[in-house]
């Protein structure tokens, strides 16, 4: 179901269960009046039911999940090709070009570790510095990067080689390779209890809304 018709199906349950005015407008563009959001968060609070982990179940948590919980010290080494999207550059076309060359040295690493052509498409394609070098940025924790930059290659991410997508950020479409990493040391479960609680809290809740909607779409109401 779109968002809409998610909102769309709240409503009219709220409205069933006597929270909302029947002559209440339905959500426009994804957006409910106030007084809908209003009674679609209290009908949510009070249809769902959300267990509480015990103890066994985060620590078992924590340990499947390390790199979620990490701590701050993950290093990657890496090199790219960037692509720059300046004043009237012809996105589609750029697009084009760093989807090709991701290919092209995609291919060539399957082929031989280190194949040189991703240091000779970096010297001839790069808009960046790091050209001469081969597109080498040596060694970047994610605080030496552009959020958006770093949210495709660290917090759990653990790809070493030629990234099979393009990593955008706000300098444009990169070509990028992870050639070694370097793992954080992890902080001990008692440091993290409570992000690890709220993490199961959230996947708790996610599923939960999910049953519900999905007793609603079946015209099965469960507030009474």
Known sequence: MSTQDILALLQSEAVRAGLLDAAE??????????????AIEILIEGALRLPEADEATLRRHHAANPARFGGSGERARLRHVL???????DVNAL???????????????????R?????EAARTLSNCPSATAGGDLGWLAADDCAPEFAREIFFGHTE???????????FG?????????????????????????QSLRVQAYVT?????????????????
């Open 173 to 197: 479409l990169h070509v990028v390779e992870v050639l070694e990493r370097q793992a954080s040391a992890a902080p001990p479960f008692e440091a993290v209890r409570e992000a690890v609680a």
């Open 115 to 119: 194949d040189p052509r991703f240091a």
């Open 25 to 38: 407008p339905p959500p426009q563009d994804g957006v409910p009046t106030e007084a809908a959001a209003a």
């Open 95 to 113: 697009r084009a070009r760093a989807e090709a060359c991701l290919i092209d040295v995609r291919a060539g690493a399957e082929r031989a570790e």
């Open 160 to 170: 070493v080689g030629v990234l099979p997508r393009l990593v955008h950020s706000r």
């Open 83 to 89: 692509f720059a999207v300046t004043p009237g550059v």
């Open 208 to 224: 939960a809304l999910q049953q519900y909607l999905r007793v609603l779409a079946d015209g099965q109401p469960l507030v009474q």
